[in-house]
C-alpha cells in the first residue's frame, strides 16, 4: 500500500481510542470483535508503527487474515505484528495460579521492547490483551481485575493503545452488575457489544450503554431461568398428580384384591360344594345302595355317571384357575380353548382369530399374564358391557404381540377411558390390574370405546426375559 493510500485509510479509518489509553470492548459475536481488533491494530502498522495480539490461538489465527483486508501487505504485518498465545503468557507470570507483579511487569517489558524494535522507539503501539477475558472465563474474577489494574500501572510509564474484550455473556447474572462497572472502571473508554454503533465517541455514553446491555443480558437470562424453572415446576406437579393417582388406585387395588381374594375363595368354595359336593354325597348314597343290590345294573351306571361328572367339574375348575394347556400347548391354544369354554358358559358368541406358531417365544411369565389379562377382559364384557357377542384376536408384528378384546356392547364413559388410558386409574380392579400388568412386561393397554362398544388393545414385546413366576 502506498503512503498516499495509507493516509487516507487513516483519515476515514474514524477508529475509536486511537489516541491511546485503556480501552474495553464488549461482544457477543467472534467476529465483531476480530474486526474490531484487526481495526485497532491495523491503524498502529499504518501509522509505521507496531502491534502486539495476546489472544487465544483461534482468535490468532484470524486475526491474522483479517489483517490482510486492510491492504497491508503480508511482509510488513508479519513484521511488526506479534502474536502471543494469551494461556502461555499467563502461565509465565502466574506458574502457580497467582499474579506475580514483578514477573508480569517484566514479561510485558520485554513484549513491549521487541515490538518496538520492529517499529522504532518512538513508533506508536497497539495491543490486544485477552488474558483477562481468560481468566474470567476460569472463574478467577478478582484475578481478572488485578490484571486490569497492573496493566494500567505499566501504562503509566510506556506508551501503549491497549484495547481488552470481554463476551457480553460472562456478565449475564444479575449479581455480575457490581463486577461489571469496576471492570468498566478500569479503563479510560468502554465501548457496548454490537447491537449499538462501535463509534461512539461519548465515553460516558459507551458505559452507560454497556451497563444498560449488560442489565439486559441478565434480565434475559433470568427470564429464561425463570421460564424453565416454570416448566420443570408444572411437570414435577404433573408427575407428582400421576404419582398420586397411581398412589391412590394402587391402594384401591391392594383392597380389592384382598377382597376379590375371599370372593375368588368363596366362589370356589361354592363351587365344590354345589356341584363336586353334591355329586360326591350322590355317588355316595348310590355306591350303598349299590352293595344292597350288587345286581341291579342300574345303579352302578348311576355311580358311573356321578363320577365322571364330578371328574369334568374337577377339571374344569382345575382350569379355570390355572390351564395346564397353557404350558403344554402354548398360549394360543389355552386362550381359543378359554374362549369356547367362555361362550359355552356364559352364551355370548366369541370369534377367536389367532395363530399357534410362535409357541417358542413365549415365556411361561409371559403366557400366563397374557392368559389372566384375557379372562379380565372377557369377564368385563360378560359383566359390564351387555353384548351378546364378541371378538378376541391376537396377532404378532415385529415381535410384538397384540391381543384385542371388542364388545358390542354399551361403551364407557370418556372421561374413565381417558383416566385409564393415561395412566390406569378410573376402572375396577380387573383392568387396572391388567394396566399393572402389561406395563410391568414393558408393554401397552389402551382401551377405545363408543356407543357401539368397547376395544382392549393390549401390545407385550416378545423378547423379553421372564419376569413373572408361573
Aim: aromatic share 8%; hydrophobic share 40%.
Amino acid at each position: 500500500m502506498e503512503a498516499t493510500e495509507s493516509n487516507q485509510f487513516l483519515e476515514n479509518a474514524c477508529l475509536p481510542g486511537t489516541s491511546g489509553g485503556h480501552r474495553v470492548q464488549f461482544y457477543k459475536d467472534d467476529d465483531v470483535l476480530v474486526r474490531s481488533i484487526a481495526e485497532h491494530l491495523a491503524t498502529s502498522i499504518l501509522s509505521g508503527g507496531a502491534a502486539v495480539a495476546i489472544a487465544t490461538p483461534e482468535h490468532g489465527r484470524t486475526i491474522w487474515r483479517e489483517l490482510g483486508n486492510f491492504g497491508i501487505p503480508a511482509a510488513i504485518y508479519t513484521e511488526r505484528c506479534m502474536v502471543l498465545d494469551a494461556r502461555d503468557t499467563l502461565l509465565r507470570f502466574m506458574p502457580d495460579g497467582v499474579i506475580d507483579s514483578d514477573r508480569f511487569q517484566g514479561e510485558m517489558e520485554t513484549m513491549f521492547f521487541s515490538a518496538k524494535a520492529a517499529a522504532g522507539p518512538a513508533a506508536p503501539l497497539a495491543a490486544y490483551g485477552e488474558m483477562v477475558a481468560m481468566l474470567w472465563a476460569d472463574g478467577k474474577r478478582e484475578a481478572a481485575l488485578q490484571l486490569e489494574q497492573l496493566w494500567n500501572h505499566f501504562l503509566k510509564t510506556h506508551e501503549l493503545n491497549l484495547l481488552c474484550g470481554y463476551p457480553l455473556h460472562y456478565f449475564s447474572d444479575a449479581d455480575d452488575r457490581a463486577l461489571f462497572s469496576r471492570i468498566c472502571a478500569e479503563h479510560s473508554s468502554v465501548v457496548p457489544a454490537e447491537s449499538f454503533l462501535s463509534e461512539i465517541r461519548e465515553d460516558g455514553l459507551g458505559r452507560e450503554i454497556a451497563e444498560l446491555q449488560q442489565r439486559a443480558e441478565a434480565l434475559t437470562r433470568e427470564v429464561a431461568a425463570r421460564k424453565l424453572a416454570q416448566e420443570q415446576l408444572r411437570s414435577t406437579q404433573e408427575n407428582l398428580e400421576s404419582v398420586d393417582r397411581r398412589t391412590s388406585g394402587l391402594r384401591r387395588l391392594s383392597l380389592q384384591i384382598l377382597k376379590l381374594q375371599d370372593l375368588e375363595r368363596r366362589r370356589v368354595a361354592r363351587e365344590l360344594h354345589e356341584s363336586v359336593g353334591q355329586d360326591f354325597a350322590g355317588l355316595k348314597l348310590t355306591l350303598e345302595l349299590a352293595k344292597k343290590y350288587p345286581q341291579n345294573p342300574e345303579l352302578w351306571e348311576h355311580c358311573d355317571r356321578l363320577l365322571e361328572h364330578c371328574i369334568h367339574e374337577v377339571r374344569t375348575l382345575s382350569n379355570l384357575l390355572h390351564p395346564p394347556i397353557i404350558e403344554d400347548g402354548g398360549f394360543m391354544s389355552a386362550a381359543e380353548w378359554y374362549v369356547d369354554d367362555f361362550a359355552r358358559r356364559t352364551g355370548i358368541k366369541v370369534r377367536f382369530e389367532g395363530s399357534d406358531n410362535f409357541r417358542g417365544q413365549f415365556s411361561d411369565g409371559l403366557k400366563l399374564v397374557l392368559f389372566r389379562v384375557l379372562q379380565e377382559c372377557l369377564i368385563n364384557v360378560y359383566r359390564h358391557a351387555k353384548s351378546t357377542s364378541a371378538r378376541v384376536s391376537a396377532t404378532i408384528s415385529e415381535r410384538m404381540l397384540t391381543l384385542r378384546v371388542q364388545d358390542y356392547g354399551v361403551g364407557i364413559p370418556r372421561e374413565k377411558v381417558q383416566s385409564f388410558n393415561r395412566d390406569g386409574t378410573g376402572m375396577g380392579v380387573g383392568l387396572t390390574g391388567v394396566w399393572e400388568r402389561v406395563h410391568d412386561l414393558g408393554g401397552h393397554c389402551a382401551l377405545i370405546s363408543s356407543a357401539a362398544g368397547t376395544t382392549a388393545v393390549i401390545s407385550v414385546p416378545l423378547d423379553l426375559e421372564d419376569r413373572h413366576p408361573a
